[in-house]
């Protein structure tokens, strides 16, 4: 009917002119409007057309973004591998170094590592895991005339990424990573790690395994690594020279036109520099292919245009038509959404839109197919309500999640949230959401953001924490104790080892600074002082140490080694946070003290006596001369002893005589148990001669007949023996002939001396050294052997299993005379790795990685030492600020501006050469030492600097960050580092005052 009708009405108006004009004007009137559409229509296929392109362009940018973070993940691993194995080459060889090969293969894919090679300074092969050659084989196949070992003769030290090439031995194409073995700052040789170019094809290939479109990545200078399609034409090849990233090396992304010269295909090509490595990740798109579904929608579209053209149908048919047009459009955007589903789809996690209305309702608009893999539910019924994602978070975070989400709204501030749920196979993960929030005109609440899985990192920081646990386990292993102490707060902290020492629980874990004071002993306290606070206010870089004592619940008072290192200050530099260990070495202290009196006198009856006369301890010849029968003399006090006949006088004036002189020798008449007189040389010494209060040791040797003093000294040497046998190391003593009298269990096990020590005694100090080797024989020097005055000598040597020994060598003399030498062996180890670590620790910057301000300081010392050295070496010292830093902090807040802080450091170190080194001097300024340059190259290098930063936003999480720095340079030279830094910090501050954002040269009024 609809055809009917309109055609009956045509014919009633051709029944008359009147009609007939009406129907003119109709037609004219029809043919402007139809003109019109038609201008209009093409006008809009030719922006549909545009923004297909542009789609397309944006998608391949932001996919080539992602294949660079990829491949620059897979060098980063590489590198850290070769830079591993070296280590391991270096320092255990092939030997030592099998195991370390074997996790470089298991840390990559099967089919990724096609084999490791190591090579000497002169390209010869040591070692190779293709084929497991054997050496005269390795030497066959040298790498001396290659691209990649040549490069680090040249003086090259990193990572390096050579052109393939077709393996002589397996025949694949091969990509060598190479890094340059140095020890000492020569180069040893040279480590390749050769990566399969089929490994890298088959990742691109995975995200385009078709043909017209492709994927490759490109060295700096147009080779190709890898490609999808074509790997066999391609590799060998170069891109064309006119290629973007080949012409402007600057560029860190970008997108071009062009027709491939290996299969003719025009495409929409993008790039994208892998960030830390010279190679461009590139992909592109086929225009046919890319431009079909909008080149059929216009096809289409043209059709339905003519025939309702042609066939005149009314505005309802016209409506019709322009309808099933949109629905085909809303066809095509559907088909495009889904391609972006499946683009979102092989990333990580899930972005997402989170809607919650002004009733408290929640729901999902829009979330993507990660949903089902961190959540375990599908998007259905997101749209409507999100319960049933809250349903899958874990009951102990659901409040907390909640209840960032109402902030968020409350203040429309950016969401961030750690929490736990149940996801696929109820898999219990740890998420990371975050999002920013936006009013919607219903009053409702809407945020856009992005959910990813966190579950390794919180594992690692589990590993973290029980790696803690078992550095703890260590330190109770070791008996240490850990303290800190909050200068700030002037608080001290004390673990429960501490506590357990001092057998004070009641203490608990901190106290004031005068509270720990009052647990010292007087007579210590000023040395405390000294060694902790004032050492560490006169020169925090370096750490602390000091010996003091301390008094325990019953009153007795144990010798402490305090250690520690500043590894906090303020911006001034003074510290504000102090943390050490503390050593129980009462035994080591008394051990030093009775060696003292056992090793430098010869002795018969030994007695320990306190300031009140009582005797703590007495050896079995005193009390065989001194004890009444059946008793002891331990514990009973000297007026007790029926000794002499002026008792009362006689032994408090002695007593008094060796307190105030500290130490006495004497021959005295004394009464045995016996009730016999008898003549002893007596040698009093006080245990610590500062102290009034001091405990003593008196020496008696029974002068009335030499046999007894024989006897008496071969019981002396029994208890010496014990003593040595206790002692906490390893012990080893000659005679005035060199030949070995006394030697310990410790010292076997330290030195690695096989046999036991009763088989030693008796040898010469030559026979001994025979069995030791030449390495360790130089362990045991004998200073008086040479006839030389040295007391005594300390060192310290890497022993057998990695362990750190300490020697001390001192000789054993009466009267002048020489009667033979000592050495002590201790394993420091332990102490030696807790200083390294506390050093590095104080030598670098924690937010950038940077070496700190303290180190950079140290590095320009050492500049400014070379100059005076070598007058004709330059050295420029740039001083780096970051323009209106305070304005990124108040815009985006702290976190933001650490990030900026993070980027603007990977810039900086990026854009140095191998030998600069970078330093954080404190906030937003670093400093930058160029080394061996001329004024010329130095400004050329701060430009290049410059404009990096201006060309290379801050991906944050708030957004691109754009940012400028300003510079000032200024030679280094002279002898005074305080007038280098004022004089570049100057031209800092003209640059600053000049506009920002631009170079200015110490004495220069040029920018």
Known sequence: MLLARPSADVTAIFRGDRGVGRLVGAWMALAVVLGGYWIQLDLSHAALVSQAENLTRLRALQTAHALALHTGALFRKLDYLSLHLGEHWLKEGSQGSRDALVRAHLALPNDALIGIDIADAEGRLLYSTVGEKLPLELERYGIADFEHFRVHLDGFKGLFIAQPYRGRMTGKWIVPFSRALVEEGRLKGVIVMSVSVAHLTKALQELYPGISDVAALVLDDGRFLAHSSRTEEAMGRSVPADRPYLIDRERQQGSFDATAPIDGVERYYAWHRVPGFPVVAALGLSKDEALVPVRSTIRDSRIRSGLGSLVLLGAALLISQLWRRHARQEEELERAGERLEKLVGHFPGMAYQFLLRADGTTSMPYCSPGVRELYGVGPEGLQDSAMSIFERVHADDLDRLRDSIRA?????EPWRCEFRVRGAGDRLRWLLGEANPE???????????????ITDRQVAAQKLRESEARLRQAVDAVRDGLWSWDLARDRIALDERILDMLDRPELGSEMSY?????????????RQDNALRTAASTDPDLPVAGDFRLGTASGRWIWIHARGSVVEADAQGRPRRLVGTFSDVTARVAATQLRRAL?????AAIAMIDAKLEILEANSRAEEIFAPSSTSITGLKLTDLPLHEDQARFIPQHHATLRASGQLNIELPLRDNQGKMRWFDAHGVMLDPEDPDSDTVWTLVDISDKHRTRMALATERLRLKTVLERFPGGVLMEDQDGLITSVNRGLCELLDIPGTPDELIGLSHETLCERLGTERTTWLHRP??????EKRATVEVEGIKGHTLEIDWLPIEHGGQRLGRVWLVRDVTE?????RRLAELAATDPLTGLPNRRSFLACLDAALDDTQRDPTRGSTLLMIDIDHFKHVNDTHGHPVGDEVLQHAARLIRGSLRQHDRAGRLGGEEFAVLLDDVTPDTALALAERLRHTVADTPAATTAGPVALTVSLGLSGVFGRDPARVLADADAALYRAKRSGRNRVCVSGSATE
């Open 408 to 412: 968020s709204a409350a203040q429309l």
């Open 784 to 789: 008086d052997s040479d006839h030389a005055t």
């Open 599 to 603: 090793l430098d006198h010869s002795v």
């Open 831 to 835: 102490r030696k790795e807790r200083e």
């Open 439 to 453: 009013r919607t005109p219903e009053g409702d609440t809407l945020w856009h953001g992005y959910v990813h899985d």
């Open 514 to 526: 005068e509270e720990f004071r009052a647990l010292v002993h007087p007579a210590d306290r000023q």
